[in-house]
């Protein structure tokens, strides 16, 4: 049952903002200055989360993004996660810079119990729905910008996890913070 509310979940996130299938007009690519940013999270680290992202702007409106992660993330009693992770995207500009964003993080993840001084290796997909909006800005004539995001998530899929890890995930399925804040620069 949690899958298929879970996959609901993501078609209608996905029927909502991917839009049809549409040629778009020269106009529309000229607006397009730059199509390529590269963005960091500064403050992600005090989470246990280091990611690079990289989007490339399809349409005015429209961009993949994609990505690099290591996550080493404290659960309090329980273990800590040692785990890379590849970030896949899309992006959808809903009014001027203000945004919604899917992010699916396909890890590995050697999980390390403390209880029982075991490493638990594994497979697991966490995903991500965020709003945002993003601030341009130029130093020395560089395309410079900071993302202010509101991210709302949970796992999709675990694999080889230790039963206190299990427990602790039904008290917490979902994971929320207060804005994450991006710099990133476009070219």
Known sequence: MKAKVKTIVLLAFFGLIIPNAQAQSNNEQAEIKY?????????????GIWAVHYTYRLTPKDELITGLSYMNIKFDGIGETNSPALI??????????????????????DFYEYNEKKYYSGFDIWNEFRIGYIFDFKVSNLPFF??????????????????????????????????????????
């Open 35 to 47: 199509r390529h940013t590269i963005d960091v999270c500064p403050i992600s680290p005090l989470f």
């Open 146 to 187: 900071v993302n202010v995001q509101w991210p709302f998530g949970f796992g999709l899929y675990g694999s080889n996890k230790p039963d206190s890890f299990w427990e602790f995930e039904k008290e917490n399925k979902f994971f929320y913070f207060p804005p994450l804040i991006f710099v990133g620069l476009k070219f």
């Open 88 to 109: 896949l995207g899309y992006r959808r500009y809903l009014w001027k810079n203000l945004h919604v964003e899917y992010e699916i993080w396909p890890s590995y993840d």
